[in-house]
């Protein structure tokens, strides 16, 4: 089968691939791009551990081909951070201990990052609401709202408690 050429703009660098048709987007971002933080989790868009940002939403890379990626701007968690310093989220995450396993981490930070570029200031069930649909079974998600609110709050230029 002929493999697909795809030029994207992957964490802000224009980056190409090759694909073969039926290759999903994050099977492309960790075996072509090595960019492992992205996970598999169910393989069928459920559980959130595989989320993007995708021109600006937030997609279940699981679900997406990557040839449809043709054009697009994707940022997975590897493009939060500055060089070494760490996004206002991925520090409150550590701050409040937001994370056990980690394995859901990278997809719940780029659900939040994208969640707070569209809405600063999210209430408490806006944001639960919001990240829906990442799925996290070791902590009981209040540190991770806690962390993201506390998050937003400094971003937002405020002194969060």
Known sequence: MKKLHVSATVNGE????????QQTLL????????LTGTKEGCGSGDCGACSVILDGRVVCSCLVL???AEGSSITTVEGLA????LHPLQ???LEHA???????TPGILVAAKALLD??????????RFGLAGNLCRC?????????????????RGENAA
């Open 66 to 68: 990557a040839a449809e």
């Open 118 to 127: 569209r809405n600063p200031n999210p209430t408490e069930a806006e944001l």
């Open 27 to 34: 099977d492309v971002l960790r075996d072509e791009l090595n």
């Open 98 to 104: 937001a994370l056990q396993c980690g394995f859901c």
């Open 91 to 93: 520090r409150k995450f």
């Open 139 to 155: 902590t009981g998600y209040d540190k991770i709202i806690r962390a993201v609110l506390d998050a937003a709050a400094e971003m």
């Open 14 to 21: 224009p980056t190409e691939f090759l694909c073969e048709p």
């Open 82 to 85: 500055q060089g070494d310093v």
